[in-house]
């Protein structure tokens, strides 16, 4: 039979596992991970593969010429070539693909590729309606809780639309590739003229296809950024492991000579300070209750 002792210390376990729970404290395996690393680093891109989304009327990803085994000198050789449209899957939109004589990928400055990232959470909207946009009050209720939008910054909307990444059905919004019938969540033009107007920005992203929201006709929050040299970042993963601010994005696209947009790579770093700022209440109420149960075991 289990002593007093005993019961009391796994009390204090549960207590500590229910409180992370319910203060988002992740307790997954991945998530462990990235906290535990030293880099605390998170992965913003997908895979690229056969089946990576791409807009409806490009041609898909492929792989070609794949070379696979030993050479003349009994040396194994693994080796392929690649295609694949400039705009699929996690990909950036340079400002040339919607304002002529704005920056292409390779005129991007360096310095604007590396910059801190706040993360705008829009799914309580988009449990609604599937077609919600990240809208001006978004932003200044965003910065009511979190504080200024920082200098040079890129703003990344987190709509929950990647769960339906692996379902390009639902993630367009149509089994029938018809652009002309898209529906997903997007950035509000007047939201991305407010950025522009008000506030420093180098990028913006979303985990949706596109910037603008998928009935646009005329892309407008396209174009408002596009004119202002801002890039835009789409079909961006695991915005739902990122804090609401406190993160450093590192963009890097495949650096293609004149390119309109290219594949990106995009990784975020989570600063110490936020997973600090994130967990202390979490950590300071389940440390308190264990205390007292431990001590609480000696009178038992």
């Known amino acids: 039979m289990l002593n007093t002792r005993t019961v009391a210390m796994c009390l204090a376990c549960c207590v500590f596992t229910v409180c992370c729970q319910l203060n988002g404290h992740p307790t997954d395996d991945k998530s462990q991970w990235i906290l535990s690393s030293g880099l605390n680093l998170v992965d913003l891109s997908y895979d690229f593969a056969e089946d990576t989304a791409v807009w409806p009327t490009s041609n898909k990803f492929q792989i070609t010429n794949k070379v696979e085994g030993p050479n003349v000198n009994g040396i194994w050789v693994s080796s392929e070539s690649f295609c694949s449209p400039e705009h699929g899957g996690t990909h950036m939109d340079a400002p040339v693909h919607f304002i002529n004589g704005r920056w292409t990928v390779d005129q991007i400055p360096i310095s604007r590729l590396v910059a801190p990232a706040v993360v705008v959470d829009i799914r309580h909207k988009v449990e609604h309606d599937n077609e919600a946009q990240l809208t001006t009050e978004d932003l200044t209720a965003w910065e009511k809780s979190n504080g200024h939008i920082p200098e040079n910054?890129?703003?990344?909307?987190?709509?929950?639309?990647?769960?339906?990444?692996?379902?390009?059905?639902?993630?367009?919004?149509?089994?029938?590739?018809?652009?002309?019938?898209?529906?997903?969540?997007?950035?509000?033009?007047?939201?991305a003229k407010w950025l522009v107007a008000n506030r420093s920005v180098v990028g913006v992203g979303v985990d949706t296809p596109s910037l603008d929201y998928g009935a646009t006709k005329d892309w407008l929050t396209h174009r408002v950024l596009s004119e202002a040299n801002v890039y835009g970042l789409e079909n961006v993963a695991n915005?739902?492991?990122?804090?609401?601010?406190?993160?450093?994005?590192?963009?890097?696209?495949?650096?293609?000579?004149?390119?309109?947009?290219?594949?990106?790579?995009?990784?975020?770093?989570?600063?110490?300070?936020?997973?600090?700022?994130?967990?202390?209440n979490t950590l300071s109420y389940a440390f308190l209750l264990q205390a007292i149960l431990f001590m609480f075991s000696f009178f038992l």
């Open 239 to 280: 915005l739902d492991r990122l804090p609401q601010s406190g993160t450093t994005l590192y963009v890097l696209p495949m650096k293609i000579r004149g390119g309109t947009g290219a594949p990106c790579r995009i990784l975020a770093h989570i600063n110490v300070s936020s997973l600090e700022t994130n967990s202390s």
């Open 153 to 191: 910054s890129v703003v990344l909307m987190n709509s929950g639309w990647g769960k339906y990444w692996f379902n390009q059905s639902a993630y367009f919004g149509n089994a029938e590739n018809d652009v002309t019938n898209l529906h997903y969540p997007g950035i509000h033009p007047e939201a």
